[in-house]
């Protein structure tokens, strides 16, 4: 059974910065693409938006367009620990954001498996 749990959320200035973890319950965690999704006030858990995600070894990454060069998603195969350190953050960054594990199709469909319960960031204008 795997299990996400995230942390590292908060309350932020505008142009601050806020790393966030997320800690992989289970097995075999490098066998797993990594990702992180956010849901904006007042959108459907649904309606969440893929944010980036590491591959399995954590030598390649993708990035929604709006956060490509502010965000970074690295992963400790280690630690069975996967991050995203934001940088520059605006107010519509503001989200609860939740880590996801998946497999193959991850990568090419961003369809993930498994879920955390999400760590909530707010960056004040």
């Known amino acids: 059974q795997v299990q996400l749990v995230e942390s590292g959320g908060g309350l932020v200035q505008a142009g601050g910065s806020l790393r966030l973890s997320c800690v992989f319950s289970?097995?075999?965690?490098?066998?797993?693409?990594m990702g992180w999704f956010r849901q904006a006030p007042g959108k459907e858990i649904l309606e969440s938006e893929f944010?980036?995600?590491?591959?399995?070894?954590?030598?390649?990454?993708m990035y929604e367009d709006s956060v490509k060069g502010r965000f970074t998603i690295s992963r400790d195969n280690a630690k069975n620990t996967v991050h995203l350190e934001m940088n520059s953050l605006k107010p519509e960054d503001t989200a609860v954001y939740y880590c996801?594990?998946?497999?193959?199709?991850?990568?090419?469909?961003?369809?993930?498996?498994?879920w955390g319960q999400g760590t909530q960031v707010t960056v004040s204008s």
């Open positions: 944010v980036g995600g590491v591959n399995w070894s954590g030598s390649d990454t």
């Open positions: 996801a594990a998946g497999g193959p199709l991850a990568w090419s469909k961003k369809e993930y498996d498994y």
């Open positions: 289970g097995r075999h965690f490098s066998s797993y693409i």
